[in-house]
């Protein structure tokens, strides 16, 4: 990467894989799979954008370069299968995308929902203040 590409490059993709390791072994946290998710989507545009202004002439074109840039391009072929990979990891964690526009309410349905924190069944115990029923 020395050869071919400028630190930015390196910067970015070295800062999404240690928020993807970071994502990996915190694994209750949404926020984290998400960060990672989105760091993937927009190193896949910088990708583009890095291998396609700093690509070099035919006759600048040695062995290291060669390789340095096949292998920025396999990175950049691999990246959507990753983004995929770490969609299905958020969706296993309880992640939900939904897209909200203020028109339409898209969300879950909250029908089933039962607060606990009121007790609408009967007490386990009997009250002390009533007083107990004869049997006839």
């Known amino acids: 990467m020395n050869h071919m590409f400028p630190a930015s490059y390196a910067w970015g993709n070295f800062s999404v ?3 993807g390791i970071w994502a990996i072994v915190q694994r209750d946290s949404l926020d984290a799979i998400m960060m990672f998710l989105t760091g993937l ?4 545009l910088t990708d583009i954008i890095h291998v396609s202004v700093f690509y070099p002439p035919n006759n600048y074109l040695t062995d290291t370069r060669r390789f340095s840039i096949g292998m920025a391009i ?8 990753s983004c995929y990979l770490v969609y299905q990891m ?47």
Request: net charge negative; proline share 10%; hydrophobic share 35%.
């Open 17 to 19: 894989l240690a928020v």
């Open 41 to 44: 989507l927009l190193t896949v």
């Open 74 to 81: 396999f990175s950049l072929l691999l990246k959507p299968v």
């Open 90 to 136: 958020y969706r296993e964690r309880g992640g939900e995308y939904t897209f909200n526009i203020g028109v339409t309410r898209a969300g879950q349905d909250r029908s089933a929902y039962e607060p606990i924190d009121q007790q609408d069944a009967a007490p386990q115990w009997p009250d002390p203040n009533k007083t107990a029923q004869q049997p006839y």
